[in-house]
């Protein structure tokens, strides 16, 4: 017997053109013990796995880096960049995407499929969590785990906020790339805005929402105290050294202390299961002022 998911509101009927997958939405109905579930998003993963049902899972997209059991399963592609095809191809009983899942075609085939799919909402704050928890087991049919994981997740995140509080919070950039000798930083609305809020500590980028290139001039007047970014080991980007001799950077605060931090992105910005963790980790970095 199917049922809907219980706290979940389904969308209202989309009239015209091709829409993104709205956080929360409901399409069908998942079925009580089905087997054969795609996560995708890094976080939905992990939730899924926190909550003792990774052996429902029949394949995770390319960010579900984390437990190192999600390694194992077939890999679907990146979340932003799903082929319909891909994720339909292992059969499964149900997907289970985190908002911005895309791109918004792809994401439409999938909701005209005979496959049940969740819409997870993503919001970069300890509720956020905690509602990607709620949801996550309501559509496992596991909330009464859920509920007892939420507790104990809350509870951590909160410690690890009051913790991190101080009367003079650090100045940090978040740097996600160097294009064309332009640093790409984050505004705010962002994943790292959130996690260096938690951390006690402050974007000095809030003039806009979102990823955007800055100029030289910007960066300078930010006056970072330290440069935040994600570890890329094994993969492209710039060494630290490149990065404090940016004509951008070499004049900060940041810059002349040779204050850089970098964390593995999944971990840092996923928010899930991890986050006190991560929050209490990047914490005690900035206290120490540099990585």
């Not at 009983?93 to 075609?105: D, K, Q, R, T, Y």
């Not at 956020?128 to 939420?150: M, N, Q, S, T």
């Amino acid at each position: 017997m199917k049922t809907t998911i219980g706290g979940i509101i389904l969308a209202v009927a989309l009239a015209g053109g091709i829409a993104p997958l709205q956080a929360g939405e409901v399409t069908g109905s998942i079925e009580r013990g089905g087997d054969r579930i795609v996560a995708i998003g890094g976080s939905v993963t992990e939730i899924v796995y926190a909550l003792g049902e990774g052996d429902r899972l029949v394949a995770r997209d390319s960010t579900s880096m984390w437990p190192e059991a999600a390694g194992g399963l077939p890999d679907v592609g990146y979340m932003r960049q799903l082929s319909p095809e891909g994720v339909l191809s292992v059969d499964p009983s149900a997907i289970i995407a985190l908002e911005g899942s895309g791109p918004p075609e792809a994401m439409d085939v999938l909701r005209k499929a005979s496959v049940p799919l969740v819409s997870v909402p993503e919001r970069f704050d300890r509720e956020g969590i905690l509602d990607k928890i709620r949801i996550v087991g309501a559509a496992l049919g596991a909330e009464g785990r859920a509920a007892e994981l939420a507790e104990e997740v809350g509870r951590d995140v909160a410690a690890a906020e009051a913790a991190a509080r101080t009367d003079a919070p650090p100045r940090v950039l978040f740097v996600l790339s160097l294009q064309g000798g332009k640093i790409l930083a984050s505004g705010s609305g962002t994943a790292a805005d959130g996690i260096i809020a938690m951390a006690g500590a402050r974007n000095v980028i809030s003039a806009f929402a979102g990823y955007r290139q800055l100029s030289d001039e910007a960066v300078i007047e930010a006056r970072p105290d330290v440069v935040l970014m994600m570890d890329r080991t094994g993969g492209p980007g710039v060494d630290d050294a490149a990065l404090l001799a940016h004509p951008a950077i070499v004049s900060t605060p940041a810059g002349e202390r040779g204050a850089v931090i970098r964390m593995d992105g999944s971990y840092l910005l996923g928010f899930g299961p991890r986050t006190a963790a991560a929050v209490r980790d990047l914490a005690s970095r900035l206290a120490g002022g540099a990585g």
